[in-house]
């Protein structure tokens, strides 16, 4: 393990850390210049794997080369890709070279920032960064830090969800009483992502009791108002206890907005918790003119976006913002002898292990701190503006070609444009595609190119 007389790789050595870092991001730079030629989706068969690799370690170690050649032949098959340029497929999950120098320092680092003693540049950069970001999409200042609020990164939308839920609960029992836990209930859309129903199955909310109200075309699929208010009413005549609404600022199927002001009304006439769900579209909403989609926003007790999805920051970053943390932390909160310190004891410094489900916490501020700062705002907004140009003209696309049509009510391809590398010629290649499978299916060949110019 200390590498004498083999030469092998020691457990932490700079020189060593250089030279196969060199190999690596080598490795990972041909990866991406390549990507364009693997099939966006794998392959292979499942188990596909245990028959290639040894079941069992290595005694005695191998070379670096020899375990990327197998990344190469056995385990990039296996590989969904979903930075190529032709990945349309769920949401985009972005990754630049920004998020990447980030990952590559929070590795470096690797401290596990639970409480501001343990790093206190972990918890103080995290806050000035969701300050920054919060900034930028007109938050209300009681979202941001120097207020009673304030952002957090969480790993996903799911944990985001969670912990909210969990403070709405709570502060909720608080008031009626812990008994009352049956008689909750939550409210959302059929369109509502379904991390909401799993918050409440771990929340111990009654399964009965999460009430996804339905929607249709009408609306755009929307949440409309007054078939939230009638649940609510009815809900109340029975006995039951209102206390959590979520509005979706781009829902899954559709990307549809529910109307967040009307919402958030509601809620508060009820006394219960709204959170905003804008995990996918949020990041469109720092360009000024689809900043309309979060009016509405200061009615709202959290705020979720994913600057994973994107906003060109790896995978795990999604930020929530609260008006009152004091909220998530007297849920969450723990205070052991271990963790005691006289910062934390003298409530001067933010602990953000009481504003989620873990202990541990990476130093995930540090890559959205570093694509604020190497792309800056304008690049940023030119990247979003960019792939809502392309979506346009694959709208367009299908507009020019009777046998497809946006509509509901029928079976649809989703078709997600996100991907940092996609450019106007994936996108026809892939329309291409589609009517050529078209073609094939209907027995119905192509007039025209169906490609707008």
């Not at 120097?146 to 008031?175: F, M, N, Y």
């Not at 929607?215 to 206890?241: K, Q, R, W």
Request: with cysteine; proline share 5%; glycine share 8%.
């Amino acid at each position: 393990m200390d590498g004498e007389g083999g030469g092998g790789l020691k457990p932490m050595d700079s020189e060593q850390l250089r030279e196969y870092g060199h190999q690596m991001v080598d490795f990972i730079a041909d990866y991406y210049k390549n990507i364009e030629n693997y099939p966006v989706l794998s392959q292979v068969e499942p188990g596909y794997l245990r028959r290639l690799l040894p079941d069992a370690a290595p005694n005695q170690p191998e070379s670096l080369q020899n375990v990327l050649d197998d990344v190469q032949s056995k385990i990039l098959p296996g590989v969904t890709h979903w930075q190529s340029p032709n990945f349309y497929a769920y949401y985009p999950s972005n990754s630049s070279v920004a998020g990447f120098l980030g990952e590559m320092l929070s590795a470096a680092i690797n401290m596990v920032g639970f409480s501001w003693i343990t790093s206190p540049a972990a918890t103080e950069l995290e806050m000035i960064v969701l300050d920054w970001l919060g900034k930028l999409l007109k938050l209300p200042q009681e979202f941001l830090s120097p207020g009673h609020g304030g952002g957090v990164i969480q790993g996903t939308a799911s944990e985001a969800v969670l912990v909210v839920l969990l403070a709405a609960r709570d502060k909720t029992l608080r008031r009626v009483g812990k008994s009352a836990l049956g008689k909750l209930v939550v409210y959302g859309s059929d369109q509502t992502h379904s991390a909401l129903q799993k918050a409440c199955q771990i929340g111990g909310v009654h399964p009965e009791n999460c009430r996804l109200l339905k929607t249709d075309s009408s609306t755009n699929y929307a949440l409309p108002p007054e078939i939230v208010s009638e649940a609510i009413s009815h809900d109340i005549s029975i006995g039951l206890i209102p206390f959590f609404l979520c509005g979706t600022v781009g829902t899954t199927s559709s990307a549809t907005v529910d109307p967040l002001y009307s919402l958030g009304k509601i809620a508060k006439s009820n006394d219960m918790w709204f959170h905003v769900d804008a995990a996918y579209a949020g990041s469109a909403c720092i360009c000024p003119e689809y900043r309309k989609y979060l009016d509405g926003v200061e009615e709202a007790d959290s705020f979720n976006m994913n600057a994973h999805k994107w906003f060109l920051t790896n995978f795990d970053c999604s930020t929530l913002w609260v008006k009152d943390r004091n909220a998530l932390i007297q849920s969450l909160s723990t205070n052991p002898e271990f963790l005691k310190n006289k910062a934390s004891q003298a409530n001067l410094v933010v602990d953000y292990k009481d504003w989620q489900i873990p202990l541990g916490r990476r130093f995930r501020s540090l890559k959205l701190w570093m694509v604020l700062r190497l792309y800056g705002v304008e690049n940023l907004q030119h990247y979003l503006r960019n792939h809502i140009e392309l979506a346009k003209y694959f709208e367009e696309c299908v507009g020019q070609d009777s046998r497809f049509e946006a509509l509901s009510g029928m079976y649809t391809l989703r078709f997600a444009v996100g991907a940092p590398l996609t450019e106007r010629r994936h996108i026809a290649a892939a329309w291409k595609v589609l009517q050529d499978e078209a073609s094939t299916l209907l027995g119905t060949p192509l007039q025209d190119n169906g490609n707008p110019s």
